[in-house]
């Protein structure tokens, strides 16, 4: 049982990995693109909320920041990291 689930994180693990290498090289105008598709679908759950917690993004993730921009009058909430 335990080399199974061994083998079972081996290859989520490189999934990650693969799906990682594939964000990490896409282009500015590739990450603007997919991130404006995601926000747009995001609003239908958006619209009727009052408090939504995000992460902040960063390299190549999704513009979630922009939200901040689109919906002025919602409070956004993100985890703080302390070091």
Known sequence: ????????????????????????????????KKSDLIIENL???????????IFMDMKNEVRITKLLELYPKKRFFYPQNYR
């Open 43 to 53: 609003g239908k759950f958006i619209k009727n909320a009052e408090n939504i917690m």
């Open 1 to 32: 049982m335990k080399n199974k689930k061994t083998d079972l994180q081996l290859e989520k693990n490189k999934i990650r990995q693969e799906i990682l290498k594939k964000r990490n090289n896409l282009s500015t105008e590739e990450v603007e």
